[in-house]
């Protein structure tokens, strides 16, 4: 069946470090593959997505790049803030099946 | 305009105890899906209703496990009987469309359910 796997946390960074969250998937056919945010005391947020192979997804200075080959939408930025700490997780939809699954979660503490 | 909102946000009950959960979505969406998240987590799919009609309900892990949402707005999700590993948070997210374009989920901030 369908499933997500994502890099265990906790991730810890410097502000202005280099972050990448890695993530692959199982899937029949071809999935949309998201990765969500959920900020401390808040609810899920989408924070980008990608319909189709070699799209890129990206927001808020975050970027995801849907790789079938090997089956992977990697999580990156470039600079982190400390407003970035929070838990990240990836997503698909696919088979048919409207229902997301997810990945575990990674936390990210990004420390001044 | 407003969010998805679910009431209560949170809820302790005892062992065995009956307990609904309760989700209103965006207004004029018509997808609305039940999640659940365990401590240490990713959320996992319960039900998702098209309109009216519960159009995948094969994450339910039992029959204790039952939801609705009868005029296609508002949805419940009901557990009898509780267990103490049914304590986790329960997510609710909307989208306009089930399909296409506007399938975006919209997630509320969730009802966390502690059985004792």
Redesign the interface.
Known sequence: GNS?TQMEGPVTLSEEAFLTINCTYTATGYPSLFW?VQYPG?????LL?ATKADDKGSNKGFEATYRKETTSFHLEKGSVQVSDSAVY?C?LRGGG?????????TRLAVHP | GA??SQTPSNKVTEKGKYVELRCDPISGHT?L?W?RQSL??????LI?FQGTGA??DS?LPNDRFFAVRPEGSVSTLKIQRTERGDSAVY?C?SSQQ??GIY????????TRLTVL
């Open positions: 997500v969500y808040e609810g899920l947020q989408l997505k997780f997503a099946y409207n229902k997301l699954i997810f990945g575990a979660g | 969010g998805v997808a899906y999640y240490g987590q990713g959320p996992e799919f998702y159009a995948d994450g997510l997210a089930a399909t399938n975006e989920q919209f997630f509320g901030p969730g």
